[in-house]
């Protein structure tokens, strides 16, 4: 059965809050964005602002959609998680950590991609300069090789802007 998921990056200047996932929970003891499966009937940017304020205590808004990823875990037809991603930088409230796990503020130069799922250095680059993706991650059974992948770009121009961390929210 696919789940349907949300990841929210808060980003603060020069800097990109992560979270790293608590043990038991997937992706334990990885560095990651804050964000959850959907409830029944929820959209996906709601979703996403109700999982910032849950793992973070912070009130996230102007939500900008960056895509959908699929992450298939073994030789499968159906996606095992289909996410859609989002970042913001627009934040109210102060950082309270939860169960889910620590949090922890990385300059962007600093991202620790060798702790964090092998997806990541892939996408979230891109994520970080204002662009939107599409793409489908084949991992092993457990989620430890990245085997495969294939990653849609948009053009920056679809914006709007000079510059795509200026781009209005999509």
Known sequence: MTVEATLCHIIDGDRLLLQRKAAGLFGEGR??????KLKEGEAPR?????????ETGLTASNLRS???LNFY???????????HVFSTETLEGEL?????????????????????WQDDRHWLPLLLEGRRFDGNFYFNEDGTELLDFDLK??????????????????
Not at 47 to 53: D, F, I, K, T, V
Request: proline content about 9%; aromatic content about 10%; some cysteine.
């Open 31 to 36: 560095w990651n964005g804050v964000g959850g």
């Open 46 to 54: 709601d979703g996403a602002a109700r999982e910032a304020l849950e």
């Open 66 to 68: 960056h895509g959908v």
């Open 73 to 83: 875990f073994g030789q499968k037809d159906m996606p095992d998680w289909i996410v």
């Open 96 to 116: 309270k950590p939860s169960q889910e796990g620590p949090l922890r503020w990385f300059n962007l130069d600093e991202i620790p991609y060798d702790e964090m």
């Open 153 to 170: 770009l948009e053009p920056c121009t679809r914006y709007g802007a000079s510059h795509p961390r200026e781009a209005s929210t999509v």
